[in-house]
């Protein structure tokens, strides 16, 4: 076979597999959704895993949301002494830290240590046969292994988003207030003006996604292991690859939507839908 009709053949072979995957990735979500409402739900394997993947990562989210908001104040400030807007610092910060940044770097940090630690831990069970064993047991690798993860995820990141969003401006506070003199009434004051509860709401209800995807990557990630410890360490990587670059994708698509709909206007549609 010739070099082009090699390279062809390859790319189809890669293009075929990545579907394959994509449909397998569409099966697992639907089955550990299923899961929800079946009975035995795993209660206790959910708060352990929102205990390990949520709570323990919580020291990485505060650290870098604090030195996040430090360095964009810092920079900010630099950049509007040059017109004379200096005090206005806390706007930029604000509305950064809330629609953006906050959001965005908490689920990278999760995504790094949660990933990884998901892919690992299901990589090593798949690879040792423990996930066929449940399977023999008659239980549902998607319920028990899946779904609590999944869970974590999904419910811990946005509380994480939360402290992450107050910390970093508290950090922009900070060095306004010790490096340029900005009093912290009148950065607060700035801050409130500035950011509305819409952008408040549109940069938190993407971390539902974000944390939603983060598990469902590891999960995926770790249950299609092979190769013993060579692929738990490629599947380690592959999913802290996939899950920041789909993090950051989809970051683009759900800012654009919130801004032909505006989060108030969602949250307003879900409460009427509870009721």
Partial sequence: ????????????????????????????????????VRPRFPWRDALVQFDALAVRSTPIVVITAVFTGMVLALQAAFALTRFGAKPYVGSIVGLSIVRE???VLAALMVGGRVGAGIASELGSMAVTEQVDAIRAMGADPAQKLALPRVLATTIGLPLLTFFAIVLGVAGGMFVADLQFAIAPSFYRQTVVSSVELGDFFSGVLKTVFFGWWIGMV???????????TAGVGQATTRAVVVSSIGVLISDFFLTKLFMLLPAEQLLNRALEALR
Avoid: H
Wanted: hydrophobic share 50%.
């Fill in 1 to 36: 076979m010739s070099m082009p009709l090699a390279s062809v053949a390859q790319l189809g072979a890669r293009t075929l597999a990545g579907i394959a995957a994509s449909g397998d990735f569409l099966l697992l979500g639907v089955e550990t959704a299923r899961a929800l």
């Fill in 101 to 103: 940044l906050g959001p």
């Fill in 218 to 228: 590891g999960a995926f990630v770790g249950l299609r292991t092979t190769g013993g």
